[in-house]
Structures are given as structure tokens and as C-alpha cells.
């Protein structure tokens, strides 16, 4: 994850950004920022380059994200930086992600990054989860996920948007209206998962690290499907026993009787004949709430970030507003007992 050419190396980076601005620092290195490490030679007046020759970035993100201005001599766009700043494991590049979209993708992050810390209210180097957690573009992608988490590897993936679907259809002589590269960058692909993904980070560190249990890694016990209350467990006040009491609320209306929506959940599953237990997984039901809830406060601060979450999945899987504004409350406990466990 360094430059190629004559680039500034880490330690440089990270102290540059506190002697000029943002804006500074690109204009120093407008040469090198935009080249990521990847396999071959990059030609050195590419189309990339001239684009980005006047600082458009922050433009092009103002249709990602609407929110707080980025502190001057926080520098979104420099892997290094980000690695540094946040304390992350690395960044990669799958080998089909023009330099372009590796520049844009990292920019996203850095932001989407420091509008996450701002509604979560973690230290900087507790959102890299200590060196923990990697995030990768379009580089280690499976099967029909847009994006994903490895709890083995703690590297979250990101898909790069796909191919104009038109231009494909040209072979079978079909002609399909153009999706314009903007709309595909803004809203296909994994943009819009992160907060998804980020939250089955914490889930399996504060679990496996923090709050550690005997029988079970994760703090929502990772893939069980199990809905029956753990009362004891409920009434410990730290993260597992507040993740229990949330999805005990999330499963459940009252005792003996499920809540709207998972009995919804249960119902649209058997009517379209769903026979995986996705959908019912305790950590997927954690996830999806997770990113609602970042979008939620947010949205309590007039903010937005398209990549950092937007819906992504059918709407029966979601909570409804009213659901989801009950349960925040239990949610900012567990914020804060996450929070206090942190070193």
C-alpha cells in the first residue's frame, strides 16, 4: 500500500498532514497519490491524473456524503494516513480496480471512516480495531455477495461496481439503456455496506477480545439461529448481556409472543421459499440493525454517507422506523459498554 514514483513514505505522510493542509499535501504530491501499488507499469500522464489535476475530490464525494467539514489536515484520500490514523491492518486492491477507482474507493473510506467515528464516538485507533481489521476493494470477493466480512482474517470486502449491463447486452443484440459510470460508482457494487460489514467486525472483536465467553466468540453468538431469551445473561450490564437484551427485543415483543418483524421475517422467507437461515442468523440480524442505526444518527445530525450505508437488502429484512427508534436506546448502552471496554 505505498506510492509508486517518488513518494512520501509513512512517517512523512502522517507528520506532512499536520504541518499543511489537506489541500496542500495533495498539490505536493498530485504526482504520487493517485498511484497506488499494484502489478505493472502506470503511465504517468494518465487520464486519472488529469482529472484529478484540480482538486475536484471533494466535489465528486459531495454525491456520496453530506455532513461536517473534514478537519484540514485530515488527508481522506493517503492509505498510509488512514492505516496510521485509524490503526488499521492494511488496504487492498484486487487486481481488477483501475487506479481511479482505487483513488475514489480510499477517499470514500477515509470519509466514511471519520463520519463512523463521529456518531459512534470511538477513539481514532479503536475504529481499526488495534491493527485488527483490513479492508480490501474488489479484492478477495465471493459468490453473490456484494460485500462481506471474514472472521478469520478480519477483512472486510467491498466489490467493485459492476460493468455497464448495456454494453453486455450489445452481444446478444440487445439494446439497454446506458447506466452512466458515476450511477454505477455511487450505487452498485459493495458502496453502501460498510456500516454492514463494520458491525460483524465489532460483533466477533469486542466478543473474541474484549468480553471473551467460553462457549461462544462473537458477542451475538455468530450464526445460531437461537431466539429462546438467556434471562441470566440479560441481566449482566456488560456488552454480551446488552447484546443479548437486543436481540432478545429485536426477536421478541413480549415474552411468548415475537415481535412484527420477525414474525414478518419468518413469514416472507416460507412465501418465497427461502430455505437458507440467512436471513434469522443472529449475527446477520445484529448487522442489519448496525447499519440502520449508524444511518439513524446520522440522520440526528443532518449527516449522510451513500457508502458508508444506504439499504442494500429487500425491505421485509429491515425494521421499520418506529421499531428502530425503540431499540436505539438499548443500542447507545451497548455503544457504551463497547466504548468502556475499548483499552
Request: aromatic share 14%; glycine share 8%.
Given at each position: 500500500?505505498?506510492?509508486?514514483?517518488?513518494a512520501?513514505?509513512?512517517k512523512?505522510?502522517?507528520a506532512?498532514?499536520y504541518?499543511?493542509?489537506?489541500?496542500?499535501?495533495?498539490k505536493?504530491?498530485?504526482?504520487n497519490?493517485?498511484?497506488?501499488e499494484?502489478?505493472g507499469?502506470?503511465p504517468?500522464?494518465?487520464?486519472?491524473?488529469i482529472?484529478y489535476e484540480d482538486f475536484?475530490i471533494l466535489?465528486y464525494?459531495?454525491?456520496?456524503?453530506?455532513?461536517?467539514?473534514?478537519?484540514?489536515?485530515y488527508?481522506?484520500?493517503n492509505?498510509?494516513?488512514?492505516?496510521?490514523?485509524y490503526?488499521?491492518?492494511?488496504?487492498?486492491?484486487?487486481?481488477?480496480?483501475?487506479?481511479?477507482?482505487r483513488?475514489?474507493?480510499?477517499?470514500?473510506?477515509?470519509?466514511?471512516?471519520?463520519?463512523?467515528?463521529?456518531?459512534?464516538g470511538l477513539?481514532?485507533?479503536?475504529?481499526?480495531?488495534?491493527?485488527?481489521?483490513g479492508i480490501a476493494?474488489g479484492?478477495?470477493?465471493?459468490?453473490?455477495?456484494?460485500a462481506?466480512?471474514?472472521?478469520?482474517?478480519?477483512a472486510?470486502?467491498?466489490?467493485?461496481y459492476p460493468?455497464?449491463?448495456?454494453?453486455?447486452?450489445?452481444k446478444?443484440?440487445?439494446i439497454?439503456?446506458?447506466?452512466?459510470?458515476?450511477?454505477?460508482k455511487?450505487?452498485?457494487?459493495?458502496?453502501?455496506?460498510?456500516?454492514?460489514?463494520?458491525?460483524?467486525?465489532?460483533?466477533?472483536f469486542?466478543?473474541?477480545?474484549?468480553?471473551?465467553?467460553s462457549e461462544h466468540?462473537?458477542?451475538s453468538?455468530g450464526?445460531s439461529?437461537?431466539?429462546?431469551p438467556?434471562?441470566?445473561?440479560?441481566?449482566?450490564?456488560?456488552?454480551?448481556g446488552?447484546?443479548?437484551?437486543?436481540?432478545n427485543?429485536?426477536?421478541?415483543?413480549?415474552?411468548?409472543?415475537?415481535?412484527?418483524?420477525y414474525?414478518?421475517?419468518?413469514?416472507?422467507?416460507a412465501?418465497?421459499?427461502?430455505?437458507?437461515?440467512y436471513?434469522?442468523r443472529?449475527?446477520?440480524?445484529?448487522?442489519?440493525?448496525?447499519?440502520?442505526?449508524?444511518?439513524?444518527?446520522l440522520?440526528?445530525r443532518?449527516?449522510?454517507?451513500?457508502?458508508?450505508?444506504?439499504s442494500?437488502?429487500?425491505?421485509f429484512?429491515?425494521?421499520?422506523e418506529?421499531?428502530?427508534?425503540?431499540?436505539?436506546?438499548?443500542?447507545?448502552k451497548?455503544?457504551a459498554?463497547i466504548?468502556k471496554?475499548?483499552p
Amino acid at each position: 500500500n505505498r506510492y509508486l514514483g517518488k513518494a512520501l513514505t509513512r512517517k512523512e505522510v502522517v507528520a506532512t498532514s499536520y504541518k499543511y493542509d489537506v489541500k496542500s499535501v495533495y498539490k505536493r504530491s498530485v504526482s504520487n497519490v493517485k498511484k497506488y501499488e499494484d502489478v505493472g507499469d502506470i503511465p504517468s500522464s494518465s487520464r486519472m491524473e488529469i482529472y484529478y489535476e484540480d482538486f475536484p475530490i471533494l466535489k465528486y464525494f459531495e454525491k456520496w456524503r453530506k455532513g461536517k467539514a473534514l478537519p484540514k489536515n485530515y488527508i481522506f484520500f493517503n492509505p498510509t494516513f488512514l492505516m496510521d490514523y485509524y490503526g488499521l491492518k492494511g488496504i487492498q486492491y484486487g487486481n481488477w480496480v483501475s487506479q481511479e477507482d482505487r483513488f475514489n474507493y480510499t477517499a470514500a473510506l477515509g470519509i466514511a471512516l471519520f463520519d463512523m467515528k463521529t456518531v459512534l464516538g470511538l477513539k481514532k485507533e479503536s475504529l481499526g480495531l488495534y491493527g485488527k481489521l483490513g479492508i480490501a476493494f474488489g479484492a478477495r470477493g465471493r459468490s453473490g455477495a456484494l460485500a462481506h466480512f471474514e472472521p478469520n482474517t478480519y477483512a472486510i470486502n467491498l466489490t467493485r461496481y459492476p460493468d455497464d449491463p448495456a454494453v453486455k447486452a450489445l452481444k446478444y443484440g440487445l439494446i439497454l439503456k446506458r447506466t452512466p459510470l458515476l450511477e454505477r460508482k455511487l450505487f452498485a457494487g459493495g458502496v453502501g455496506s460498510f456500516a454492514h460489514e463494520y458491525g460483524h467486525a465489532l460483533d466477533y472483536f469486542v466478543g473474541g477480545y474484549l468480553v471473551k465467553d467460553s462457549e461462544h466468540y462473537s458477542l451475538s453468538q455468530g450464526r445460531s439461529t437461537r431466539t429462546r431469551p438467556d434471562k441470566a445473561l440479560i441481566r449482566k450490564s456488560n456488552a454480551r448481556g446488552l447484546m443479548e437484551l437486543l436481540l432478545n427485543k429485536i426477536i421478541w415483543q413480549s415474552e411468548g409472543k415475537l415481535s412484527r418483524y420477525y414474525s414478518n421475517l419468518k413469514e416472507e422467507m416460507a412465501k418465497r421459499g427461502m430455505k437458507s437461515d440467512y436471513w434469522i442468523r443472529r449475527n446477520e440480524l445484529f448487522a442489519r440493525f448496525f447499519e440502520q442505526y449508524v444511518a439513524y444518527k446520522l440522520g440526528k445530525r443532518k449527516m449522510s454517507n451513500v457508502f458508508l450505508s444506504k439499504s442494500k437488502y429487500l425491505g421485509f429484512t429491515y425494521l421499520n422506523e418506529s421499531e428502530l427508534r425503540k431499540l436505539v436506546p438499548v443500542m447507545d448502552k451497548l455503544m457504551a459498554s463497547i466504548r468502556k471496554a475499548m483499552p
